[in-house]
Nanobody, 115 residues
Framework: VQLVESGGGLVQAGGSLRLSCAVSGSTFSIDILYWFRQAPGKQRELVAA????????NYADSVKGRFTISGDNAKNTMYLQMNSLKPEDTAVYYCAANIRAMSYWGHGTQVTVSS
C-alpha cells in the first residue's frame, strides 16, 4: 500500500492550500484516513480524520473551522483544504491509512506559512 502526499508549499498567513493524498495498492477497503503534522521540535499530532466511507470526520481543536478533510473514493484520494493559515500551521503534513488493523504512512509534504 502506498500513500503519496502533494500540494504543500509556501503561503502567506491568511492564505489557503489544498493537500492531496493518493492511496494505491490496497485490495481492501480503507477503514480510516488521517492527516497528521509534525512541526520542528514537536511531536507528531493528529490534524483530521475521515472514515473510509466519508460519513464521519474529526478535527483537532486548533484547525476546526479552518481545515476540511474530504475524500474521493473513485480517485482513491483524500484531501485537506486548509484556509486561514497561520504561521503555527507550519509543519510536515503526513497522510495515513488504517486498513484491516494495519497502518500505512506517506512520506509527508512540507507546509510553510509566513507571517
Amino acid at each position: 500500500v502506498q500513500l503519496v502526499e502533494s500540494g504543500g508549499g509556501l503561503v502567506q498567513a491568511g492564505g489557503s492550500l489544498r493537500l492531496s493524498c493518493a492511496v494505491s495498492g490496497s485490495t481492501f477497503s480503507i477503514d480510516i484516513l488521517y492527516w497528521f503534522r509534525q512541526a520542528p521540535g514537536k511531536q507528531r499530532e493528529l490534524v483530521a480524520a475521515i472514515s473510509g466511507g466519508g460519513g464521519s470526520t474529526n478535527y483537532a481543536d486548533s484547525v476546526k473551522g479552518r481545515f476540511t478533510i474530504s475524500g474521493d473514493n473513485a480517485k482513491n484520494t483524500m484531501y485537506l483544504q486548509m484556509n486561514s493559515l497561520k504561521p503555527e500551521d507550519t509543519a510536515v503534513y503526513y497522510c495515513a491509512a488504517n486498513i484491516r488493523a494495519m497502518s500505512y504512512w506517506g512520506h509527508g509534504t512540507q507546509v510553510t506559512v509566513s507571517s
